[in-house]
């Protein structure tokens, strides 16, 4: 008896019946543009390395300065984003770290120099932590087991396909439109990104509640 209780609370979501296949896919698109943040930031405007050291007259150590930068705020950021989400529910912790992150993305479009780039850059991964770390929470949230491997699994080939693709578009902005356009459309994404609009981000459900219809 004592096993049974430890083993229902060890996996909550085990009697949460399984979801339709249109709401499954749904959260599926929603969770895949969340968890495509951090590895778009990262891999997209590694073309451009040349172009901003260029424009700004620095070193490729000081370009390379920026990614550092980036990798120590997304580190941070997924510490923090955790606990809070977990006390304080999955929207204002999600929609705070998508404001920031569009806000230094803009901030980095717009960098007059080198060093506002590396802090833009470092202000930006804090803010895109937040969406690598709720995805996979809502996931928990909201899913039995069964439909959360289905869903973890097409996560992670989001996270395998992002950093393969990103730098192919990220080299045809910085071709076409230069090497600021790729933060511009890290702007644009972190405002349309379907999240935005979803039911599933409004709190953390008790134990064996179904997703919304």
Same mark, same amino acid.
């Given at each position: 008896m004592e096993s049974s209780k430890q083993g229902a609370s060890i996996a909550p979501n085990a009697?949460?019946? #399984?979801?339709?296949?249109?709401?499954?896919?749904?959260?599926?698109?929603?969770?895949?543009?969340?968890?495509?943040?951090?590895?778009?930031?990262?891999?997209?405007?590694? #073309?451009?390395?040349?172009?901003?050291?260029?424009?700004?007259?620095s070193s490729p150590a000081?370009?390379?300065? !920026?990614?550092?930068?980036?990798?120590?705020g997304l580190a941070s950021g997924q510490m923090v984003y955790g606990p809070i989400s977990d006390r304080w529910g999955r929207k204002p912790p999600?929609?705070?770290?998508?404001?920031?992150? !569009?806000?230094?993305s803009a901030g980095c479009a717009l960098a007059p120099n080198i060093q506002t780039l590396m802090i833009s850059r470092l202000v930006q991964a804090l803010g895109g932590g937040a969406s690598m770390v709720i995805s996979r929470a809502v996931v928990r949230d909201h899913f039995g087991e069964r439909d959360s491997?289905?869903?973890?699994?097409?996560?992670?080939?989001?996270?395998?396909?992002a950093p393969i693709l990103a730098p192919l578009l990220g080299g045809q902005l910085v071709t076409l439109l230069g090497w600021r356009s790729i933060f511009c459309f890290l702007v644009l994404f972190g405002i349309v990104i379907p999240a935005r609009?979803?039911?599933?981000?409004a709190g953390k459900p008790a134990a064996g509640t179904a997703p919304p219809a």
């Amino acid at each position: 008896m004592e096993s049974s209780k430890q083993g229902a609370s060890i996996a909550p979501n085990a009697q949460i019946p #399984p979801a339709p296949a249109s709401l499954f896919f749904r959260l599926a698109l929603v969770l895949g543009a969340l968890s495509a943040v951090g590895p778009l930031a990262i891999d997209m405007y590694l #073309p451009s390395f040349p172009a901003i050291a260029h424009e700004f007259g620095s070193s490729p150590a000081a370009v390379q300065a !920026t990614l550092a930068f980036y990798f120590i705020g997304l580190a941070s950021g997924q510490m923090v984003y955790g606990p809070i989400s977990d006390r304080w529910g999955r929207k204002p912790p999600l929609y705070f770290g998508l404001a920031l992150f !569009t806000v230094a993305s803009a901030g980095c479009a717009l960098a007059p120099n080198i060093q506002t780039l590396m802090i833009s850059r470092l202000v930006q991964a804090l803010g895109g932590g937040a969406s690598m770390v709720i995805s996979r929470a809502v996931v928990r949230d909201h899913f039995g087991e069964r439909d959360s491997a289905r869903l973890l699994s097409m996560l992670m080939l989001v996270m395998g396909l992002a950093p393969i693709l990103a730098p192919l578009l990220g080299g045809q902005l910085v071709t076409l439109l230069g090497w600021r356009s790729i933060f511009c459309f890290l702007v644009l994404f972190g405002i349309v990104i379907p999240a935005r609009h979803s039911p599933f981000f409004a709190g953390k459900p008790a134990a064996g509640t179904a997703p919304p219809a």
